[in-house]
C-alpha cells in the first residue's frame, strides 16, 4: 500500500473518532442556562475541530484490548474535554492569539469569561467519568478516575515548569530539562493516559498500564516537537496559529533551547535580552532575528531529527507492544499515528 | 450568657475547625517538584486565614448527625481547596488587588502562574475525595462525588451570570437576579454543599440532603450580603481587601442595583458611564461619587436590612430542622454563626 493511501486511511478513521467523540461531548454540556456566557462558550474550541489525537488513541486501544468503542466513549470525551480547558487556561497564560484558526477564546470574550469556561470544563468532565459506573462498573469506574487525577496533576506540573522557566527568564536548559517538562506538560494527558485508559477498560483491568508509559512518551514527545515545528516553519491556514507564535511567547521549545546552547557568548545575550522584553515589545522583526539565528545553528534540523529519533523509538516500543494483537483496523491506525506525528503539516 | 461570651465560644470553635482543616489540607498538598512555581504557592491562600466557615459547617454537621470530624474531613478539606481555587480565578477574573490583608496571587506572581495555582487546587481537590473510599466506603464515597461535582457547576454558572452581567455592562438587574446569582455563585459552595456533606456523611446517606438547601441559601445569602457590606464600609485591617473595590470593579452588589433602581435618570446615566470605563479610569474620586449616592439612597441600610432578613428566615430553618437535636457544642457553633454572618466585621 502506499504512502499517500495509508495516509488517507489513518485520516478517515481520525475523522471517525474525532467526530464520535465530538458528538458525545457536545451532548454532555447541559442545555441550560446560563447560556451566552458559559455553556454556549464551552464547545466553541472542541467544534474549530481538534485532530481528535486523545479520542483516537483511547477508543482505540480499548478496541484492540477486547473493548468496544461506546465502552471508552466516556472517558475519552472527558479527556477531551479536559485537554481544551486545558487549552483555554493554557492560551490566556501565553498571551496568545490564535487557536485553531480563530482568535482565542479570551481574545474574543475577554479574560474573566474564558478563564471560566475552562473551569466549566474541568467541571464537566467529571460527569461523564461518573457516568461510567453504569457501564463499567464501579471498579473500573474506580481506576479510570486515579488515571484522570493523575493525568491532571502531571499537567499542571508541566505547565509550572515552563511558566516557571519563563517568569524567571531561565536560558540554561538543556534537552533534557525540555523531554521532562513535556513528558509532563504533554504526554501524559496527549498519549500516555488516553492508551492506558483503553487499555484498562478494553481489558476488564487486566492489563497493567505501566507498560504504556514508555510508548506514550516517545510518541507524545515527537507529537510535540513537530508542533512546535509546524510553529515555525507551517503554513498559518493549515497550522491555524500565528507562525513564529512561541518565539513571540518567549516558548522555551526544544530549538530554541538547542539555539540557546549554539550561539556566541554574544548572539545568547541578545536572545536572553529579547526574551526578557514585554511581549509587546517582540516586533516581528525581532522575532525574525531570532529565526534567522535558529537557521544559522541548523535548529529546525536538529528539531526534525529529535522528533524522527523519537518517532522511530514509538515504534520500536510499538511492535514490542501490539506486536501479537491480530492485524485490525485499530492496531493498523496507531501505528500509522507514529508515522502522520511527524508527517504532519497540521 | 451574653452576647460577647457567645461570640468569643463561636470564634474559638470556628478557629478549631479551621485550624484542624488547614492543617489536613497542608499535609494533602504533595511534597514534591515543582515547588516554587506550583506547589509552594497552592498553600498561600488557606495560610492567610480564612475564616473557616466551609469545614466549619461540614465538620459540624456530621457531628450533629452522628458522624466524627474526622470521618467529613476529607470532604471539608476538598471543599476548601475548591473554595481557595476559586478565589484565585476570582481574583484574575475581577483583577482584584488585596485577598485577605496581602496582593492577591496574581499581583504577586503574574496571572499565569497563578492561573494554573488555581487549575492545580482544583485537581487537589480530587484526591481526599478518593481517600473517601477508605473510611467511607464505595457508596458514600460516590455521592460526596455527586455533591463536589453539582457544586462546582453551580459556581462556575453563578459566576458566568456575574460577569455576564459585567460585560455586557447590565444595569437593568432587581433584587431577584442578584439573589439567584448568589445562590449559585455562593451559596452552594460556602453553605449548602457543606451542609449537605456533612449530613450525608455523619447519617451514613439516611438523612435526604435536600432539606437543607432553603437554609443553606439563606445563611449564604446573609453571608454575602455582609460580605459586600464590609467592602462598603468595613476597615482594610480586618476585612482584608481595599474598602470600596467592588465598586472600582464593578461589582453588581444588592446595594449597587438597589441605587440604580433608586436614583433618578440623570444619575443613573453617571453611574452607568462610569462602570462603563476601564477599570483604570475608575478614579478614587469617581468611587467615592458612587459611595456618595449610595448613602443618598440609603443602599447600605437596605443591604443591611435584607441581611438581617436573611439570616432571619436562616434561622427559622435552623430551629425546623436541628429543633430536635440535643444541645450540642456543635448545634449551638451553627445556630451562632447565623447571628455571626451578619455581626461580623471581617
Known amino acids: 500500500m ?73 472517558s475519552a470525551i472527558a479527556i477531551e474535554l479536559y485537554h481544551n480547558a486545558f487549552l483555554v487556561h493554557d492560551d490566556i497564560e501565553d498571551e496568545s492569539e490564535d487557536r485553531r484558526g480563530f482568535p482565542t477564546l479570551h481574545a474574543e470574550y475577554g479574560v474573566p469569561i474564558a478563564l471560566n469556561v475552562g473551569d466549566a470544563m474541568n467541571a464537566l468532565a467529571i460527569m461523564p467519568l461518573m457516568n461510567n459506573i453504569l457501564s463499567l462498573g464501579p471498579q473500573l469506574t474506580w481506576q479510570v478516575f486515579k488515571e484522570i487525577q493523575h493525568m491532571a496533576l502531571e499537567s499542571v506540573e508541566g505547565q509550572a515548569m515552563e511558566l516557571g522557566w519563563r517568569s524567571e527568564n531561565n536560558c540554561k536548559l538543556d534537552d533534557g530539562d525540555y523531554l521532562r517538562m513535556i513528558l509532563k506538560k504533554t504526554c501524559w494527558y496527549t498519549c500516555i493516559h488516553p492508551i492506558r485508559i483503553g487499555a484498562v477498560i478494553g481489558s476488564r483491568g487486566q492489563v497493567n498500564p505501566d507498560i504504556f508509559n514508555r510508548f506514550g512518551y516517545y510518541l507524545g514527545a515527537a507529537f510535540q516537537i513537530q508542533d512546535d515545528l509546524l510553529n515555525l516553519e507551517g503554513e498559518k491556514a493549515k497550522y491555524g ?52 539565528y535558529m537557521r544559522k545553528y541548523d535548529c529546525l534540523n536538529y528539531g526534525r531529527i529529535a522528533a524522527r529519533n523519537l518517532a522511530g523509538a514509538a515504534l520500536k516500543e510499538f511492535y514490542t507492544l501490539f506486536g501479537a494483537f491480530p492485524e485490525t483496523e485499530e492496531k493498523q491506525f496507531i501505528e500509522n499515528m507514529i508515522i502522520y506525528m511527524i508527517n504532519r503539516d497540521k
Chains 1, 2 share one sequence.
Do not use: W
Open 2 to 74: 502506499d504512502a499517500e493511501l495509508i495516509r488517507e486511511q489513518f485520516l478517515s478513521r481520525l475523522a471517525h473518532y474525532k467526530d464520535e467523540s465530538l458528538k458525545h461531548l457536545i451532548a454532555a454540556i447541559p442545555d441550560r442556562e446560563p447560556k451566552k456566557h458559559l455553556y454556549d462558550l464551552v464547545s466553541i474550541y472542541p467544534l474549530r475541530g481538534g485532530k481528535g489525537f486523545r479520542p483516537g488513541l483511547c477508543l482505540s486501544t480499548c478496541k484492540i484490548f477486547g473493548g468496544t468503542e461506546s465502552e471508552a466513549m466516556n
Open 241 to 292: 496559529k500565528e507562525i513564529g507564535g512561541d518565539i513571540q511567547e518567549g516558548k522555551r521549545t526544544l530549538m530554541l533551547i538547542h539555539l540557546m546552547n549554539s550561539g556566541s557568548a554574544e548572539e545568547n545575550e541578545e536572545i536572553k535580552n529579547y526574551l526578557l522584553l514585554p511581549r509587546a515589545e517582540r516586533t516581528p522583526e525581532k522575532v525574525q532575528q531570532i529565526m534567522d
